[in-house]
């Protein structure tokens, strides 16, 4: 609250700078000003959830805005019209909704204010208006993550470093070429809006919101890949579990079948042998021997399942689920198409 009561000082600081300007331009140009918060406003309602972040598609029209106003001007615009969904249905607390729609300000007056120091406010000609453009990018990027940063530091009880790298959704070039690309259509639907007119600008929404199905689909694909993929290493894990359970039993019925049937066996072994050289001479020996042959033949018998008992584990299922097994986990890994052909 403390954070967000400084921020907001300071904004209306600006503000109060730039008074002039700002309530003239508000006179005589409040028609134009009401259609861009409009499209702020209908694109902040269009939000994109990625974990614990939310985004929004408005960032090119603020920028549109911080190009072709003074930055005064290009942030009470994105202050007023900068909404939350989460604001309607209560989910946000009032200190963190105002630092939401401050930190927001701030950004597109830096913004603007990059913009003009190094073009001077002009659209023409490109190469200037583009350098003006991407020092627009770089202050209102830098603003937006220090902030929020600032912000997620305190609340999260996140050192700054770990709390800037939440920030970043994708790799880092994916995300600065987001922004870039961002730079760049603001730039066309300024120069949309001068030359042509406002509807040029509306007619932009129809890509953008169509980008933002494309972004909510493959986030909902992204979404259902990794809980497949928990799913697979949950089967896993209980799989491997109940091989442990399975060779901890084998090992046990194994021990004793070893400590108890396998040491009877023996010992009748030896004490038929036994018999037959005390009872060599004086009984027939076909019984005795046959008994003999029986008892060698039992204890075979008995090691030969000790051992099948005690093989390792890929022969419990087999090869084929073994190696099925494996191209399972690859192709999770690997995000790749690995196939696997058995006879």
């Known amino acids: 609250l403390v954070l967000s009561g400084i921020l907001t000082l300071l904004l209306g600081a600006l503000l109060a ?10 006179h005589l140009q409040w028609k134009q000003l009401l259609f861009w918060a409009l499209l702020v406003i209908v694109l902040s309602f269009l939000p994109i959830a990625t974990d614990d972040a939310r985004l929004t598609l408005d960032d090119p029209i603020l920028l549109s805005l911080a190009l072709l106003y003074p930055p005064e001007v290009a942030a009470l615009v994105a202050l007023v019209a900068s909404f939350d969904l989460r604001e309607l249905k209560g989910e946000v607390p009032f200190s963190r909704a105002l630092f939401n729609r401050v930190q927001i ?4 007056y830096l913004a603007g204010a990059a913009f003009r120091l190094v073009s001077d406010g002009g659209l023409d000609p490109w190469p200037i208006a583009i350098l003006g453009t991407l020092a627009a990018v770089a202050a209102e990027y830098a603003a937006n993550c ?3 940063s600032l912000h997620a530091k305190d609340r999260l009880r996140l050192d700054f470093r770990t709390a800037i790298q939440r920030l970043t959704v994708g790799n880092t070039g994916q995300f600065l070429a987001t922004h ?3 730079g760049s259509l603001a730039l066309v639907l300024a120069h949309l809006f001068r030359g042509v007119g406002a509807w040029s600008v509306a007619m932009f929404l129809v890509p953008i919101l169509v980008a933002r199905q494309m972004l909510v689909r493959g986030q909902a694909i992204h979404e259902l890949g990794e809980k497949l993929k928990n799913r697979d290493r949950l089967l896993e894990k209980l799989s491997d579990r109940i091989l442990d359970e399975r060779r901890d039993e084998r090992m046990r019925v194994a021990g004793d079948l070893h400590d108890e049937l396998l040491q009877d066996a023996i010992r009748i072994s030896l004490s038929a042998r036994l018999l037959e050289k005390q009872h060599a001479a004086s009984l027939p020996s076909d019984d005795l021997t046959e008994l003999v042959q029986a008892s060698q033949l039992s204890i075979e018998s008995i090691r030969n399942v000790i ?3 005690k093989e390792p584990s890929i022969s419990w299922g087999g090869l084929r689920p ?3 097994g494996l191209v399972r986990d690859l192709r999770l890994e690997w995000k790749a198409r690995v196939q696997l052909h058995l006879p």
């Open 180 to 182: 870039l690309g961002y």
């Open 146 to 148: 220090f902030l929020v």
């Open 307 to 309: 051992h099948s008992l």
């Open 322 to 324: 073994t190696l099925q």
């Open 105 to 108: 300000g701030l950004s597109v």
């Open 17 to 26: 700078r730039g008074g002039d300007t700002l309530a003239i331009t508000i």
